[in-house]
C-alpha cells in the first residue's frame, strides 16, 4: 500500500558535526580506547561542493541504506552552513509515512541525533594521532562529506536535532558510526607502530597540549 502524504513542510534542524570535539570512545580488540576528531573546517570543501550542486548528500534512519535514502538527494532539501562551532544543517522532510514517523519522534526527543557518514580526502589519506590525557586521539583534518543518519545514538554526542518544526501545507509534499573489524585492527596497529617507534627513539609520543577531552579545539 503506497504511503500517505504529509502535506505539511517538516524541517529538522540541528548540528553534523562540532569541530574539535572528541567522539565516544571506540573499543580496540586489545582492549585500549581511542577518540576521534574531526578538526575545523575539514568538510569545508565538500560543503561548499555540495551547496553548489557538484555533489550529493544523502540522509538515512539509524545508517540503514533503504530509510529516508531520497531526503538530501542531489542537496535538494538540505542547506548545510559552515560554522565556527562546525557543519549546521537543516533538512526539509519528504511527506511520505516513514518521514512522518521520524519528525513525530525527533519533536518527541526519542530520536535526536545526527550521525556523519564520509570519506578521508585524498582517498585512504592517513589521520594523525596525538595523545591527550594520556588517551590516543585520531585526528581527521579533511573530509568528503557523503551523507549522514537521523539517530538516536550519534557516534559524536554534540551532534543532535535542534529543532523540529511544521510549517505551512505545500503542494507537494549501537552508537550509530559502526566500525568494522578491519578499521579497528588499522587503528590498533597505527598506534602499536607509532609506540614502537618512540620507544626505539627513546622519546615520548608527542603530547597535544593546553586540551582536554571534555573539549578538545
Excluded at 517538516?10 to 569541530?19: C, M, N, S, V
Excluded at 542537496?75 to 560554522?83: M, S
Excluded at 549522514?148 to 536535532?161: T, V
Aim: proline share 4%.
Amino acid at each position: 500500500m503506497p504511503d500517505t502524504t504529509n502535506t505539511k513542510s517538516r524541517t529538522i534542524e540541528g548540528w553534523l558535526i562540532q569541530y574539535g570535539k572528541p567522539s565516544r570512545p571506540v573499543k580496540l580488540p586489545n582492549g585500549r580506547q581511542v577518540y576521534e576528531v574531526i578538526m575545523q573546517d575539514a568538510f569545508r570543501e565538500s560543503i561548499d561542493q555540495i551547496n553548489a550542486g557538484a555533489a550529493t548528500i544523502e540522509c538515512n534512519l539509524e545508517h540503514e541504506d533503504n530509510a529516508l535514502c531520497r531526503i538530501g538527494l542531489s542537496g535538494k532539501n538540505v542547506r548545510l552552513e559552515h560554522r565556527k562551532e562546525g557543519v549546521y544543517a537543516t533538512i526539509d522532510l519528504i511527506g511520505d509515512s516513514l518521514s512522518d514517523d521520524v519528525f513525530k519522534k525527533a519533536q518527541a526527543g526519542i530520536v535526536d541525533g545526527l550521525s556523519i557518514e564520509f570519506d578521508p580526502v585524498p582517498m585512504n589519506a592517513e589521520p594523525s594521532y596525538g595523545l591527550v590525557d594520556g588517551n590516543y586521539v585520531r585526528k581527521w583534518s579533511k573530509l568528503q562529506l557523503k551523507g549522514f543518519a537521523i539517530c538516536a545514538e550519534p557516534m559524536y554526542g554534540d551532534s543532535r536535532i535542534v529543532k523540529a518544526t511544521e510549517g505551512a501545507d505545500v503542494e507537494d509534499a549501537t552508537f550509530a558510526r559502526s566500525f568494522r573489524d578491519a578499521d579497528l585492527e588499522k587503528m590498533q596497529a597505527d598506534i602499536e607502530s607509532i609506540e614502537a617507534k618512540a620507544a626505539s627513539e627513546s622519546q615520548k609520543p608527542s603530547v597535544i597540549t593546553g586540551n582536554s577531552l571534555s573539549g578538545l579545539t
